[in-house]
């Protein structure tokens, strides 16, 4: 099982995302704010004329808000459920392949890692958190509703 | 018919086609149970399609096979060499038949008889074997129609891509905008632009379907209805080559089907009751589909009792949704129209088929939600008459982009009923405990501000904003304060995101021009946010009423003020509208001050040079039919009429005369002189005459009527009796009457001929000319 994973820092947690959802990694510039949406939808943005919607991934875990003050955010865009999202998060290192399928982790973790969570993976730079992108993308609002 | 024909022909075609590669390998190897099913498959479709179609000949072949191949499906009989060419050879005729069917010529002569009779355990086999492979290579007749089946999938994919390309293009003209580029490269640009508009449009057609696929089940659901409700009703549908956008067939298909229903189960009477009634046992009920402009119209019409309006309000008054002095204010129209309000049925029992009472009400919002509009009409005893309007496509809004606190939102057109100022002279703005309500020439609507919905803080103050005044779908009016107004667009719109789309307040997202994205409002949602209650006091103003003609001596103008102040009035029917532009906008060129309003240049009124400054220019554009002009103009005062009579000037002029309006004299803006002096390629211009003016022709009555009236005639209609002293008619057109009392009006400025005696329509002098001379002819 090598399935790569895309290394991201959110809230200064090296964390991975399976990279074959991921379609690209893209600095974003303009940001629309999208008023009265779900907290962490930071706004909207285009794409080569697409319209991505913005996560961000601090208030998508309530972690607090990402800095936005020097205006350049990167984010990786991924498509589900044929909407294109951007996920903003601190910084993109590197494509990994993994070592091992995702373990369920028994330690607990903070609520909402928790909830993004779909185990750990062994990778040449130790074990990283494998998160869920649905589940960041659906944020802490749902995840109370249901 | 015809075409459902075409499209049985095709799909046997399509399946004799495949079937070709099948058949040689069943007969190599009769006991594949998979060649049989697919065989199997074909002689069932034809055999059901036929008993639809009529075709005796077919129906008895295939169905022979049918039963054939069955026995050896269930394992009654071994397929043996003599039925597989038995088979074969009822297969090769029907694909015969199919080709006398497709090319329209009778069926072939023969029996077939004989090949029903070689499938009977043990036969004799009649036909070669050999011949089962004819089929594959049959020459198709030339005349057909080619087409292909493609998947809806797949269409969507091209759609959305061709849609994407638009957005792309929209950027790369930005981009061209902003930086020099070569006259060279911005002609390749133009074309490409115009290419890819060809393209969407053809597009759009592929995902257009014609609304038979709609209407197709119509005829089998109303003769279950009717015979369940032992009635007996004809279905006549026409229209059924209307096209329209797949999306918005299905959108339509539950609204249509519960009219339907509701006039089957509650509008046509029993057979007894018909009769009774002096009318036919059978019922009918005639659907059909016309295209109107982007609209599509869908009339579903019956010959029942029609709907009581006098027991729907009572109705209405029992459950508490009317007041009483409000029902009695309700005109016939509006009585119907309770038909679509919530918890409303006439109907005495409570049915299965159209239960109760909820529906109509939903049938409405569907078709409002989709930008359409349902009217009823009926007369009772006679029929009631349903009317969908839809537009063509979904993907393609027309909108209004307005800002609020800098940022831009767009507003589906569909849903605008009007734009005021905050701080017009017809409207006023009051806070009543906290909730806004804006009375706007008299009507009160509820007013929300946009600010306040989206939580953001607005720079311009209060009685700065605009209004917009939206009626969403299955609501009543309401005000929407916003910043500013930008600009109309047909923006592709797309669905948004679910976690925007869960706030309830946007309908999509789209891409401006400029290449930011803009979130599009759903006026509903933005109402229901904004908390205004969508109640139903404004039910008069739902209905789309044709206003009375207006009474000849009253004229309806424009009141506005001028730019050097003085206050003026314009016909309010050549206006077409009003537009804001930079000052920048506007230059002298060629001679005269014109300004730019998109991609057209117009020619400015109403301002001298240099009267503009760097803000924003407010104008009329005027439209007499052919061209267009601007006049700027600093403020509009109001909408009024003209009772008083005119006091003509002296001179032609800018101003044609002065008149009263509002108990304040104003001066009246002679559109003919206008036009006459600013569109170009001008040829340099007693007691009460009459003088006949064509009364439909608008651009008689709004442009010449001044004039003639000026020069002292009395202007009556085609409708005057008795004799006119002159009668003026767009060249061309037949007249009775003596000629000679003619002035004949050309459009172009230049004669088609010697014998051409008419006179260009902007000639002013010879106009005047041809009056004086008509006049004096009287004299005499």
């Given amino acids: ?146 | 018919m015809d075409d459902l024909i075409a499209d049985f022909v095709a799909e046997c075609r399509e399946m004799l086609e495949a079937l070709g590669g099948e058949i040689v390998a069943w007969e190599a190897e009769p006991d594949d149970r998979a060649r049989l099913d697919s065989i199997f498959r074909f002689v069932h479709t034809v055999k059901g399609n036929c008993g639809f179609f009529e075709f005796p000949r077919l129906e008895a072949l295939s169905h022979a096979a049918e039963d054939a191949l069955a026995d050896v499906r269930a394992g009654r009989r071994h397929p043996d060499g003599h039925l597989v060419s038995a088979v074969l050879a009822i297969i090769d005729r029907i694909g015969e038949m199919i080709a006398a069917i497709d090319a329209g010529e009778e069926m072939p002569a023969g029996d077939d008889s004989s090949l029903i009779q070689a499938l009977a355990p043990g036969a004799e086999g009649i036909a070669a074997p050999a011949t089962a492979t004819v089929v594959e290579g049959q020459p198709r007749a030339a005349s057909a129609p080619r087409t292909i089946r493609l998947s809806v999938e797949l269409l969507d994919r091209v759609m959305s891509t061709v849609s994407d390309m638009v957005l792309a293009r929209n950027e790369l003209a930005r981009r061209l905008r902003e930086s020099p580029t070569e006259v060279a490269v911005d002609g390749a640009f133009e074309r490409l632009s115009a290419i890819i508009a060809d393209m969407r449009d053809a597009i759009t057609r592929t995902r257009m379907q014609r609304i038979e696929n709609l209407f197709v089940g119509l005829p089998r659901m109303v003769r279950d209805l009717s015979a369940e409700l032992s009635k007996q009703v004809l279905v006549d549908i026409e229209g059924g080559d209307v096209e329209l956008d797949r999306e918005m067939i299905e959108m339509i298909r539950d609204p249509l089907t519960h009219i339907i229903r509701n006039a089957v189960d509650h509008g046509i009477e029993t057979p007894a009751d018909r009769l009774k009634a002096g009318k036919r046992e059978i019922g009918i009920l005639a659907v059909s589909a016309r295209q109107s402009g982007n609209q599509i119209l869908i009339d579903i019409h019956d010959d029942g009792r029609g709907i009581d309006g006098k027991k729907l309000v009572a109705k209405a008054l029992d459950v508490g949704l009317l007041e009483r002095d409000e029902a009695a204010k309700l005109n016939p129209r509006e009585q119907l129209a309770l038909v679509f309000e919530a918890g409303l049925s006439t109907a005495k029992e409570v049915t299965s088929i159209s239960g109760r009472g909820v529906g109509m009400d939903v049938v409405r919002s569907n078709v409002e939600r989709i930008g359409g509009i349902v009217e009823v009409d009926s007369k009772l005893g006679e029929g009631t008459r349903m009317t969908l309007r839809v537009p063509l496509t979904l993907t393609i809004i027309p909108a209004l982009t307005v800002s609020i606190a800098g940022q831009h939102f767009a507003i589906p057109r569909s849903a605008i009923e009007e734009i005021v100022r905050a701080n017009g002279e017809s409207v006023t703005l009051e806070h009543l405990g906290g909730a806004g309500m804006a009375t706007i020439r008299g009507r009160r609507v509820p007013e929300v501000s946009l600010s306040e919905i989206l939580g953001l803080t607005s720079e311009v103050d209060e009685n700065d904003r605009r209004l917009i005044v939206l009626r969403p779908a299955g609501g009543d009016l309401y005000a929407l304060s916003v910043d500013r107004i930008h600009d109309h667009e047909e923006l592709v719109v797309k669905p948004a995101a679910p976690a925007v789309m869960a706030t309830g307040l946007y309908a999509g997202t789209t891409l401006a021009d400029d290449g930011s994205p803009i979130l599009l409002f759903d006026p509903a949602g933005l109402a229901q946010v904004g908390g205004v209650k969508l109640e139903t006091q404004e039910r008069s103003a739902r209905i789309a009423e044709g206003k009375a003609a207006p009474v000849s001596k009253s004229t309806a103008v424009l009141l506005f003020r001028a730019l050097d102040g003085s206050r003026r009035a314009l016909r309010l029917a050549v206006v077409d509208r009003i537009e804001e532009v930079p000052a920048t906008a506007i230059k002298k060129a060629a001679g005269q001050l014109r300004v730019q309003l998109g991609d057209a240049i117009l020619p400015l009124a109403g301002a001298s040079d240099a009267e503009f400054g760097d803000g924003k220019v407010r104008l009329f554009r005027l439209n007499d039919g052919a061209h267009e002009i601007g006049y700027a103009f600093a403020e509009v005062i109001d909408f009024a009429t003209v009772d008083n009579d005119i006091i003509h000037a002296e001179s032609p002029g800018e101003v044609s005369g002065v008149s009263l309006i509002n108990g304040e004299p104003a001066e009246i803006v002679d559109g003919h002189w206008l036009f006459a002096n600013y569109v170009g390629a001008v040829a340099q211009a007693a007691d009460q005459l009459v003088c006949r003016l064509p009364s439909d022709d608008p651009w008689m009555q709004n442009m010449l009527r001044p004039i003639v009236e000026a020069a002292g005639y009395r202007v009556v209609g085609d409708e005057h009796e008795g004799d006119a002293d002159l009668v003026i008619a767009p060249q061309g057109r037949e007249i009775s009457g003596d000629a000679s009392k003619t002035i004949w009006l050309r459009p172009d400025p230049d004669a088609s001929g010697k014998k051409d005696e008419s006179i260009y329509r902007y000639d002013r002098a010879g106009l005047l000319m041809a009056l004086k001379t008509a006049g004096a002819g009287r004299g005499k």
């Avoid at chain 1, 690209?24 to 285009?46: K, N, Q, W």
């Avoid at chain 1, 990402?66 to 290192?93: K, M, P, Q, T, W």
């Fill in chain 1, 1 to 146: 099982m090598n399935e790569l994973l895309l290394v991201v820092t959110i809230g200064g947690e090296r964390v991975a995302l399976p990279a074959a959802a991921v379609e690209s990694v893209v600095e974003l510039d303009t940001l629309i704010p999208v008023p009265r949406a779900a907290p962490h939808v930071a706004g909207l943005s285009a794409l080569r004329s697409r319209v991505l919607t913005v996560i961000d991934c601090m208030r998508s875990l309530e972690l607090g808000t990402s800095d936005r003050s020097d205006g350049i955010r990167e984010a990786a865009v991924v498509e589900f459920d044929g909407h294109h999202y951007a996920l903003i998060v601190d910084l993109v290192e590197d494509v990994v392949e993994a070592m091992s399928d995702a373990q369920p982790m028994r330690a607990v973790m903070g609520d909402g890692w928790e909830r993004v969570s779909l185990g750990m993976v062994d990778t040449e730079t130790g074990p990283l958190l494998l998160v869920d992108v649905a589940a960041l993308i659906a944020g802490a609002a749902d995840a109370k509703a249901a």
